[in-house]
């Protein structure tokens, strides 16, 4: 038996699991709202307690947001932040 056949008679017998977090299209408009409001923060004068604070949400967000750790926010949480920043920004 070939290791090609081998493989395919693998993924019959295990489909691909499905889990939100694997979703490409969210966690591709998820990294593209992140780099948009990163550099928003970046070059605004607001601190990270007042964007958190207009934006409703914990401090602890935009600490995982500048960290990269993307699956701790929500494509609904990044747009609070993105309004937060520049209200008058229409979203991406």
Do not use: Y
Request: glycine residues 4%; aromatic residues 2%.
């Amino acid at each position: 038996m070939s290791t090609a056949h081998a493989f395919a008679s693998a993924e019959l017998a295990d489909p691909p699991r499905s889990s939100p977090d694997l979703d490409v299209r969210e966690l591709e408009k998820r990294t593209r709202l992140m780099r948009i409001i990163t550099r928003l923060i970046a070059v605004s004068e607001l601190g990270s307690r007042e964007i958190a604070r207009r934006a409703g949400l914990p401090v602890q967000k935009i600490s995982d947001l500048l960290s990269g750790r993307l699956e701790h926010l929500s494509v609904d949480e990044l747009l609070l932040l993105h309004r937060a920043i520049d209200p008058e920004l229409t979203p991406p």
